[in-house]
């Protein structure tokens, strides 16, 4: 198993060139899995994880994310992306201090977003948002692991979906010490190019939630990185939800067909 140093430096490599995908799992079994299908890197999702303890996204307590961290990154070899969500605190210093746990755990990178998890004022406000930013940064300087920073605004997820604000507040996450910018839910290739355009050379992540891009148009506009966030498990999820009603409401078994057998299964994690 490589150290966290050689996860980080490989996670680094990664984004100086090329485009690549690294998909999100939700447990210890879906990171094997797709480490074994040959991704180069992974990232965890909060919405994933959420599901998993039957609570919904952003209701993991930090202790729970931390853990499941340290397990998510021991199990594979690649590099893992944290999805700290933001940072489990909402000032600075909280931030900073976060950060440094979850720096801690063996990941390569995690993203700190912008929004409050309030309905009302659900971005936090321009400067503050640039602080926590710049606190993350401090926090993984600190660890002296080399975590690489992802600063996420969180604008079309939330309601607010203005571009030009978008790229205002990565622009300034980038000035702030982010080594990677995303601004999740954009969907056009106007979008995507302006995104990448306004905070190059910097590297660009985009969430892939809907088929709107393949990899080879998003990496014709310069994206460098492309992730799923809690799609996959949505996919599973809809799997399951579909196969359970029917047995519950028509008392069939149509949708158990056609599925791999515990041999192959069992081969993946052997």
């Not at 899995?33 to 959420?50: D, I, R, V």
């Not at 919904?56 to 893992?80: F, T």
């Not at 088929?211 to 799997?239: H, K, N």
Request: proline share 5%; glycine share 8%.
């Amino acid at each position: 198993m490589r150290s966290q140093d050689e996860k980080v430096d490989a996670f680094r490599h990664l984004h100086a060139e090329g485009c690549f995908v690294m998909p999100n799992p939700w447990d210890v079994g879906t990171a094997v899995t797709l480490e074994q299908m040959g991704f180069p890197a992974l990232a965890t999702t909060s919405a994933g994880h959420a599901w998993t303890l039957g609570r919904p996204d952003n209701g993991v307590r930090r202790d729970e994310a931390l853990e499941h961290l340290r397990q998510i990154a021991a199990a594979v070899d690649v590099p893992v992306n944290a999805d700290f969500e933001h940072g489990f605190a909402h000032d600075p210093d909280g931030v900073a201090v976060n950060v440094q746990l979850a720096a801690a755990t063996g990941i390569a990178g995690l993203s700190i977003e912008d929004s409050t998890g309030d309905p009302g004022e659900p971005l936090f406000h321009f400067d503050l948002a640039v602080e926590r930013i710049r606190a993350a940064r401090q926090g993984i300087d600190e660890s002296g692991t080399g975590v690489l920073l992802t600063g996420r605004s969180e604008g079309f997820v939330v309601g607010r979906p203005e571009l030009e604000e978008t790229i205002r507040r990565l622009q300034a996450y980038a000035e702030a010490g982010a080594d990677c910018l995303y601004a999740p839910m954009i969907d056009t290739a106007e979008q995507v190019a302006a995104v990448v355009a306004a905070v190059a050379p910097k590297p660009v992540n985009l969430l892939a939630f809907k088929p709107f891009m393949t990899v080879a148009e998003a990496a014709e506009l310069g994206v460098r990185r492309i992730s799923v966030g809690g799609t996959l498990a949505r996919v599973a999820w809809a799997g399951f939800r579909a196969a359970a009603e029917e047995i519950a409401e028509r008392g069939t078994f149509t949708r158990l067909t056609d599925l791999p057998n515990n041999a192959s299964v069992n081969a993946v994690f052997s």
